[in-house]
């Protein structure tokens, strides 16, 4: 039987059978059959998590087949797709439609289930996350049961569950809360560190929406900016050429060839890094608003993601500077910095307060470990909330200190999931068996 790899390559399962349903009904049957012979059924998304929340442990169900948007309610200005339906084509038919969801993160290949089901979030506005953007969902439970679930029906299931890790059933239908279509006016330009930290306030105080890129062993950042357009006249999108030589040649192909000589020469990192800072340029350009959200990534890395409080997130990151700093590690890839609203959603990583994310990368074949657990310990020790779908290192007992409703969610898996249906390694480690 064939195995399954995520995309950084830092899981891999070999499940018993692998199944592609097209129908409700028929992943119904799968959890069914399950049930009944004591096996474990996960449905897995892209493989954008570099954690094993979707890692397959017996029968794994492929979500290419479940797709498409199945409804539009302009008058509730929701949008209703299956669960197997990848961001970036929800994204392009929402634009067709003259739509867009409200935010996003910077990679669109994840399924709609995998993204509200991690905690997938973007930076800025008035909602961040993915799963803040969802009015109701429709699940298969451990039981068989296929449940809809909103505001007005099954409403303990929908605040419990618009991040349900897969622990609380298999996803089949997601409704999005949708804006009409917008543009986004970019503006990317360097920055010193100290500018930085004296800044950084009023950055996100008078723009919409602010992406910052530090590169270790440097005193240099890279600030995006971008501001929402009221519709999208007058759009000045990037030319087809200038998009390929920024966006593909050296952001990916370029950046992929050095971050490789880093990983070869590790010595050579600071220079490379220095580099890299002295050849950012300014540019202005707008969009509609996914194409500016998002980006291409096709240089392969691992991730580790932190929420932190946002009042002292600067304190946190200069924290993680002096530890870099006095440490002998040669870290090629840029550390970003972004910051959202509170929310409520009960496993969001920004639930009940303003967040400050850091997230932290080493190239795919690089040593990750001692990098990782250092940074790890600061973050930590400021009450950080990992990302679901990013490497850490927290257990249940961990996240039930920094998630409220933590004991909720573990009650309502219960009761959905009562013999452990959709469990496998990494959620017996963030929930407990």
Same mark, same amino acid.
């Given at each position: 039987?064939?195995?399954?790899?995520?995309?950084?390559?830092?899981?891999?399962?070999?499940?018993?059978?692998?199944?592609?349903?097209?129908?409700?009904?028929?992943?119904?049957?799968?959890?069914?059959?399950?049930?009944?012979?004591?096996?474990?059924?996960?449905?897995?998304?892209?493989?954008?998590?570099?954690?094993?929340?979707?890692?397959?442990?017996?029968?794994?169900?492929?979500?290419?087949?479940?797709?498409?948007?199945?409804?539009?309610?302009?008058?509730?200005?929701?949008?209703?797709?299956?669960?197997?339906?990848?961001?970036?084509?929800?994204?392009?038919?929402?634009?067709?439609?003259?739509?867009?969801?409200?935010?996003?993160?910077?990679?669109?290949?994840?399924?709609?289930?995998?993204?509200?089901?991690?905690?997938?979030?973007?930076?800025?506005?008035?909602?961040?996350?993915?799963?803040?953007?969802?009015?109701?969902? &429709?699940?298969?439970?451990?039981?068989?049961? $296929?449940?809809?679930?909103? /505001?007005? @029906?099954? !409403?303990? %299931?929908?605040? =419990?569950?618009?991040?349900?890790?897969?622990?609380?059933?298999?996803?089949?239908?997601?409704?999005?809360?949708?804006?009409?279509?917008?543009?986004?006016?970019?503006?990317?330009?360097?920055?010193?560190?100290?500018?930085?930290?004296?800044?950084?306030?009023?950055?996100?105080?008078?723009?919409?929406?602010?992406?910052?890129?530090?590169?270790?062993?440097?005193?240099?950042?890279?600030?995006?900016?971008?501001?929402?357009?009221?519709?999208?006249?007058?759009?000045?999108?990037?030319?087809?050429?200038?998009?390929?030589?920024?966006?593909?040649?050296?952001?990916? &192909?370029?950046?992929?060839?050095?971050?490789? $000589?880093?990983?070869?020469? /590790?010595? @050579?990192? !600071?220079? %490379?890094?220095? =580099?890299?800072?002295?050849?950012?340029?300014?540019?202005?350009?707008?969009?509609?608003?996914?194409?500016?959200?998002?980006?291409?990534?096709?240089?392969?890395?691992?991730?580790?993601?932190?929420?932190?409080?946002?009042?002292?997130?600067?304190?946190?990151?200069?924290?993680?500077?002096?530890?870099?700093?006095?440490?002998?590690?040669?870290?090629?890839?840029?550390?970003?910095?972004?910051?959202?609203?509170?929310?409520?959603?009960?496993?969001?990583?920004?639930?009940?307060?303003?967040?400050?994310?850091?997230?932290?990368?080493?190239?795919?074949?690089?040593?990750?470990?001692?990098?990782?657990?250092?940074?790890?310990?600061?973050?930590?020790?400021?009450?950080?909330?990992?990302?679901?779908?990013?490497?850490?290192?927290?257990?249940?007992?961990?996240?039930?200190?920094?998630?409220?409703?933590?004991?909720?969610?573990?009650?309502?898996?219960?009761?959905?999931?009562?013999?452990?249906?959709?469990?496998?390694?990494?959620?017996?480690?963030?929930?407990?068996?």
């Amino acid at each position: 039987m064939a195995g399954w790899t995520n995309w950084a390559s830092t899981e891999t399962a070999h499940p018993q059978e692998i199944v592609t349903p097209r129908a409700t009904q028929q992943i119904v049957d799968q959890v069914e059959h399950a049930r009944a012979h004591g096996r474990k059924v996960k449905m897995v998304g892209s493989g954008h998590s570099f954690t094993g929340i979707s890692a397959p442990v017996d029968v794994m169900v492929m979500p290419h087949a479940h797709t498409g948007i199945l409804s539009v309610d302009r008058d509730a200005m929701t949008v209703t797709a299956l669960a197997g339906t990848q961001l970036h084509v929800l994204n392009s038919e929402l634009e067709r439609m003259g739509l867009s969801l409200y935010n996003m993160g910077d990679i669109a290949e994840q399924t709609i289930a995998g993204a509200v089901s991690t905690g997938t979030h973007g930076t800025g506005g008035t909602a961040s996350s993915i799963s803040a953007q969802v009015a109701g969902f &429709t699940i298969v439970t451990g039981h068989g049961e $296929v449940v809809s679930a909103s /505001p007005t @029906a099954s !409403p303990e %299931i929908f605040e =419990l569950g618009r991040v349900g890790l897969g622990a609380l059933g298999i996803l089949t239908e997601i409704t999005f809360r949708v804006v009409p279509l917008f543009g986004l006016a970019a503006h990317e330009r360097s920055a010193t560190w100290g500018t930085l930290l004296a800044t950084y306030d009023e950055l996100t105080s008078t723009h919409d929406h602010v992406d910052v890129y530090w590169f270790p062993h440097t005193d240099q950042v890279m600030v995006k900016t971008n501001d929402r357009l009221p519709g999208i006249d007058g759009l000045r999108p990037l030319g087809r050429w200038k998009h390929w030589v920024q966006d593909e040649l050296f952001a990916n &192909t370029v950046f992929g060839v050095l971050t490789d $000589v880093g990983v070869r020469a /590790p010595a @050579a990192v !600071p220079r %490379i890094n220095r =580099l890299a800072t002295s050849s950012l340029s300014e540019r202005r350009y707008s969009d509609v608003a996914h194409k500016v959200f998002t980006s291409p990534r096709r240089v392969r890395f691992k991730e580790m993601e932190y929420a932190v409080p946002r009042e002292g997130g600067l304190e946190v990151l200069e924290a993680v500077r002096r530890r870099i700093d006095r440490s002998s590690w040669q870290i090629g890839f840029p550390i970003e910095i972004r910051a959202t609203p509170a929310d409520d959603v009960t496993l969001s990583t920004s639930v009940g307060r303003e967040s400050m994310y850091l997230a932290f990368h080493v190239p795919a074949r690089a040593d990750h470990a001692p990098y990782f657990a250092g940074v790890e310990e600061i973050l930590r020790a400021a009450g950080g909330r990992p990302h679901w779908g990013k490497m850490h290192t927290m257990v249940a007992d961990d996240l039930a200190s920094v998630y409220p409703g933590f004991e909720d969610f573990l009650r309502l898996r219960d009761r959905l999931d009562p013999e452990r249906l959709f469990t496998n390694p990494y959620l017996d480690r963030v929930l407990g068996i």
